[in-house]
């Protein structure tokens, strides 16, 4: 609340968000009007703020996950918005895309990605990581460039891949070099071992 009583935007969508939880919740029965009046109300506040519904869990929660779209100028207003949130029976709130790693395969227009046949090497750059990755059948063009942050967002989450990656090349895979590179199912290991040294 300001000084004055009035109530922030992050409030206001909440207060309107919660007058409408239970049919977000069920949102497969009208989901193209619930997600376009969703999209309008996070435009309110940034218009790169996107969202992400998860599936219902066993105990009747949703992950409600609210996204800047990797565009790290609007990271502060996602984590504003998230802090504002109140606390939901049927929902959890959720800042950034999150790292799945039961994933295998990212799929973006015509490209499908196999973490299979991702690589990398990466170097320490003051308290950042910087990879060049090696693509299997990579070509430099804006399509590829785009799947590739969809692939590190889902390895490691949105947040560590535009906070704490310093610089990312791509490159198409020389398959002689496998022996030099790691799989990209080990960033994650190491993004986490780096935050503790870099800690402590």
Known sequence: MSIFGLKTKEQKFWDWFSKRSERYFEFEKEQENLFDELKLRLNRINSDLTFEFGPTSQNRQREFIISADGIK??????????????????????AFRQPHMDFTQII?????????????????????????????????????????????DTIIGEYDTEMNLSWIERKELNEKELTKLLPITDLPKIMADYKKEIQN
């Open 73 to 94: 100028k609007s990271f502060p207003d996602v984590i504003k918005l998230v802090k504002a949130a109140p606390e939901y029976s049927n929902f959890k709130i959720i």
């Open 108 to 152: 973006f227009k015509d490209i499908q990605i196999d973490f299979r046949d991702v690589f990398f090497r990466y170097g320490k750059d003051n308290g950042k990581i910087g990879i060049e990755l090696n693509i299997r059948g990579y070509q430099n063009n804006n399509d590829w460039g785009s799947a590739s942050f969809i692939l590190l």
